[in-house]
Structures are given as C-alpha cells and as structure tokens.
C-alpha cells in the first residue's frame, strides 16, 4: 500500500473516530453525598450502564460534585448547570407537597417496596400536578426508616423534649413539633461535625448513614422503632430541555430504563446500606437498642403519629388530586409488594 492509500485511510480512521466521539453525549448528574456513598458508588453509575446499554454508547454519564447545596439541585438541573441530578425533597419545604405521601409514618415497609409504590402512585396521582415543574422526573425512591441516632442513651420519646435534634425537612419537621424537640434544620453531610461540636443531641437519620457519614463515631446510641419514624423522599430527574435535545430513539431508551426500574435499584442500594451499616455500628459497639412492637415507646410514637396522615391531606387539598385514594393505594402496594 503506497504512502497516498495509507494517509487517505488514516484519514477516514480519524474522521469515523471524530464522528464516533461527537455522536456521544455526556450526561452530567449533580450528586452532593460522599462518592463513597451507595447511592453515587452503586445506584447511579448502574443506572449509567443500563443508559449506555440502551443508547448502544451514545449517552454516558458521569457524576459532577460540589456544585452546591443539596437543595439547589432542582433548580441546577433546572437552570442546566447540571443535566441530571437527584435530592431530598424535604430540603425545600413549601415546593413539594404531594412528595409527603411517602413520608407518613407507620407505613411498615421496607425502602425497596416503598419506592416502587411510590412511583407507581406517582405515575398515577401525582405527577399531574406538576410539582417538578422544569424537570423530568425519572425516579423517585425513599431511604431506608429513619430512626434516633443520638449522644446518649434514649429511654423514652419524652426524653427527647427539648433536645437539639438535626431534623431535614418534610415529615420530620412536624415529628420534631410534636416531640418538642429544638430543631435544627440542616443537610444530612453535615451531621458528623454538628454532633462532633455538640452543637446537635442527636439526629433523625437512617441507619446507613452510621456508616457513610461516620456517625457511629459520634451518635453512639441507636434507637430503632418497628418501621422507623419516617421514610424520606427523593427524586432523580433529567433537565427537559437536555432530553428535548437527544434522538427519540434515545429518550426512549433512558426512559426504558429509568422509572420504576431505577426507583427499585434505588430502594433496595439503601436498604442494603442500612443492613450492612447496623451490623458494623454493633461491631463498632454502638449501642443499638431495638424497641419491641408492643412497648411503651412504639405507644408512645402510635399517639404522637396519630392524624398526621390527615394533617397532609389538608395540606394538599387544594390541588386537583385525589390525595386519600392515593395514600390508601400507596399503603396497600407497599404493604403488599414482593421482589
């Protein structure tokens, strides 16, 4: 092959490959926990392989961090800072309402089969009233109970009176209310120092964050209800105008694998987490005191829970959704669920 061959095939090699690495979009997800943590070490780059899988390598994705407060993620993806991203939708208290019908307590569920219903209902119920507005919503999940991760030992919920307790938005502000607790809103990242400077008793929190926040090195006692106190909703979501931009062929594609399907993912990584993160906090000799269904703190948290489903009702009851037939069918498919 003479020298003029060899250059014009180089040269179809480099435009292919040129072709090749301008026909790939990078999806950019703003993440805000430790890389370490399941949710951004499992959940999304899973969810990254089944997108590339679908789209046959055209969208990738990669993770972006320290790009700001937890609570601006929406407004992030919104604004297109960021093309993707997920959060805790208590951090913005007044924009999400319908999102409180995950966070109910008692729901008895684990956060695996609570996601899934919640997408479910979502689909169903709630997505009509457009709370993500700007944004498509592709997942939506909870962690794992939350429960009382505290400096010292917690013998009664009427201990916790007057406590300064880090609470994180939604359902758990009004806990806070009826427990009498001081309040002390801030995101779950800051946690370890707050509780290190005694500036917090003690936080709401789900068990794996014993591990990869590292509180079993400063909430040292661990009281855990039956179901929790709470579970916590958040949601995943995709800036419209970034999927506008993509082939149909593609936003079908990330849709097919994102939903229900990645809601799962999501519930049953945080429900792992916590597993793995109890029996490391009893390794590391926490206390862990687990409350029986039938003592006087279960009572006590059945009397101080009671009505705050109708408290939410009211609540959302200016929005054209049938918010009491939702909340029904989300407890009866969590309730219900099997893998």
């Not at 070490?41 to 990738?60: N, Q």
């Not at 689909?123 to 991760?149: D, R, S």
């Not at 793995?276 to 906090?281: I, P, Q, R, T, V």
């Not at 862990?288 to 101080?304: G, K, Q, S, W």
């Amino acid at each position: 092959m003479n020298a003029k061959k060899l250059i014009a095939l180089a040269t179809s090699v480099l435009a292919l490959s040129a072709t090749s690495v301008l026909a790939e979009t990078q999806m950019h997800v703003a993440s805000w926990l430790p890389p370490t943590h399941p949710h951004n070490a499992v959940v999304l780059p899973t969810w990254g392989k089944w997108i590339e899988d679908a789209t046959e390598g055209r969208v990738s994705l990669k993770i972006d961090y320290d790009l700001g407060h937890p609570k601006d993620m929406f407004t992030l993806v919104e604004d297109g800072v960021a093309d993707a991203g997920w959060s805790f939708h208590g951090y913005v208290p007044g924009r999400f309402r319908l999102t409180q019908i995950v966070e109910q307590p008692l729901l008895g569920a684990n956060a695996e089969a609570a996601s899934v219903a919640y997408w479910r209902i979502h689909e169903k119920y709630l997505a009509q009233a457009n709370e993500h507005v700007g944004l498509e919503v592709v997942g939506l999940f909870t962690h794992a109970p939350g429960q009382i991760q505290t400096a010292a030992p917690v013998n009664s919920l009427a201990e916790l009176e007057g406590k300064k307790i880090r609470l994180g938005g939604g359902v758990q502000s009004i806990l806070g209310e009826r427990l009498h607790v001081t309040a002390v809103n801030a995101p779950a990242p800051k946690v370890y120092e707050m509780m290190q400077q005694g500036v917090i008793d003690g936080a709401l929190l789900p068990v794996c964050e014993q591990k990869t926040l590292r509180l079993s090195e400063v909430a040292t006692h661990l009281t855990l209800l039956p179901g929790g106190l709470y579970l916590g909703s958040f949601g995943i979501f995709i800036n419209q105008d970034f999927m506008a931009d993509l082939s149909e062929a593609d936003q079908a594609a990330i849709r097919s694998v994102s939903g229900e399907k990645l809601s799962r993912l999501a519930g049953e990584v945080w429900d792992q987490c916590g597993t793995d993160a109890l029996a490391e906090s009893r390794s590391n000799g926490v206390n862990v005191v687990e409350i029986d269904t039938n003592a006087p703190m279960m009572d006590e948290f059945r009397t101080l829970a009671a009505g705050l489903d109708d408290v939410w009702l009211q609540e959302v009851s200016d929005l054209d959704v049938d918010a009491k037939a939702a909340l029904q069918e989300l407890r009866d498919a969590a309730r219900s669920y099997q893998h």
